[in-house]
């Protein structure tokens, strides 16, 4: 699969202390097992002069008081609360100045933040999805792309999840409803 560094964009999702070390709150192993398959194909992509945007969950220690219905503290626990060392991006990744990072408070990188505008001004439609949690935010992140008439690619060998069957899940779902699912070997930047 060829695709035009110009017009393509390696997604990281949330690929944070949190999620992804051992002493994180909400801690999946197969989070930890991605972060050199991500920095791999972030290298490949760099060198052939493809852009990658990084996404951070970061929550308001208040975000969810008084809310009606939407509460991930109450689903997950606290986790990634602003300003801990949970929202810091785990060891191992090459985090530049030129990356887009996107800070954002839900699963889904494109709710009320700039990700869509900054991929529209530059003519990306290709979206390179790797990261983690396969079923929460690789997945919201990735439908609402598909919506937006990007083109969802999610990389099998370079998704983190809690359990192997809800990368699965994930997975299956993306390929049949909004996108394809491809391996690292299967993506060549030309």
Known sequence: MKLDPERTAVVV?????????????????????????????????????????????????????????????ERWGEHVVEGTWETEFVDGLDVREEDLIVEKHTYDAFHQTQLDGWLSARGIDDLVLCGTLANVCVLHTGGSAGLRDYRPLLVEDAIGAIEDEHKEYALEHADWLFGEVVDREDIEFA
């Open 13 to 73: 999702v949330d690929m944070q202390n949190g999620f992804a070390h051992p002493d994180g709150s909400l801690y999946a192993p197969g989070s930890e097992t991605a972060i050199e398959p991500i920095a791999e194909l972030v290298d490949r992509a760099r060198e052939a002069g493809a852009r990658v945007v990084y996404t951070r969950d970061v929550h308001p220690p208040e975000q969810f008081e008084g809310n009606h219905y939407y509460d991930e503290f």
